[in-house]
């Protein structure tokens, strides 16, 4: 597949495939942690994605906090569109295998991105609850 040939709607349709497995991630809090540690090591291989970088972290941490019931002000098909994009990054096998160098990645970082764009609200309303209990500044 030629980088051109990625659209937005050809990542929501791959990130929609991986929903029902997002689900049995949310019921595992093990499988989850491994999951997140698993795509915390991939982004250290994907190309620098900008501001967007921050967001994901934040991200992360709203899963997890999620998953273990802290924050529930959110909706579980944001979570779970969440970690189809974890999968989806973490999973080789994607609109673009990873195992073509560089441009591998840019697929990964695409979802990745587009998600952040999707889930911007719900990132910054977590970011006021973690100040309101004092988990951030």
């Known amino acids: 597949m030629n980088i051109k040939d990625i659209t937005p709607e050809k990542l929501m349709d791959a990130l ?3 929903m029902d497995k ?3 991630y949310l019921d595992d809090d ?3 942690e491994k999951l997140f540690r698993d795509f915390e090591d991939k982004l250290k291989l994907v190309p620098k994605i900008g501001d967007k970088l921050a967001d994901i972290a934040i991200m992360a941490s709203m899963v997890r ?3 273990k019931k ?3 002000e959110v909706s ?5 569109l969440a970690i189809a994009a974890v999968i989806y990054v973490v999973t080789p096998i994607d609109l673009i295998p990873d195992a073509i160098p560089v441009v591998g990645f840019l ?3 695409g979802a990745v991105v587009l998600v952040l764009s999707m889930l911007d609200s719900d990132l910054q309303k977590y970011v006021e609850w ?3 209990q004092g988990i951030r500044e």
């Open 107 to 109: 697929d990964d970082a």
């Open 76 to 80: 579980v098909a944001t979570i779970l």
């Open 65 to 67: 906090a999620y998953a």
């Open 16 to 18: 929609k495939a991986n």
């Open 30 to 32: 093990v499988k989850m």
């Open 70 to 72: 802290q924050y529930t």
């Open 130 to 132: 973690q100040k309101e």
């Open 22 to 24: 997002a689900q049995d």
